[in-house]
Nanobody
């Protein structure tokens, strides 16, 4: 099993920044990709950003040029640096990990609230 623990959420004003962290532990061998998803009230969960074990990244169009996903392999941690935050970024952000195809492991989520 893989355990994922997120941290770093909170309340921030529009235009501000936050950095989310996701620490992975357990049977992490073979994890080939990690990602951040978010779900706002009344909306479907959406992929925000993902990073592969090789370092390739992809982003949702809505966050490109504002958010950056990165990883520290020595710490088994993935980060999401969020800049120029907007009220529409308000959501519960969850970390996910994939071994093979599909994200099978999920964290508990952390709330991000952006006030206008």
């Amino acid at each position: 099993q893989v355990q994922l623990v997120e941290s770093g959420g909170g309340l921030v004003q529009a235009g501000g920044s936050l950095r989310l962290s996701c620490a992975a532990s357990g049977s992490i061998s073979g994890i080939n990709a990690m990602a951040w998803y978010r779900q706002a009230p009344g909306k479907q969960r959406e992929l925000v950003a993902a990073i592969t074990s090789g370092g390739s990244t992809n982003y949702a169009d809505s966050v490109k040029d504002r958010f950056t996903i990165s990883r520290d392999n020595a710490k088994n941690t993935v980060y999401l640096q969020m800049n120029s935050l907007k009220p529409e970024d308000t959501a519960v952000y969850s970390c996910a990990a994939a071994r093979g195809f599909g994200y099978a492991y999920w964290g508990q989520g952390t709330q991000v609230t952006v006030s206008s």
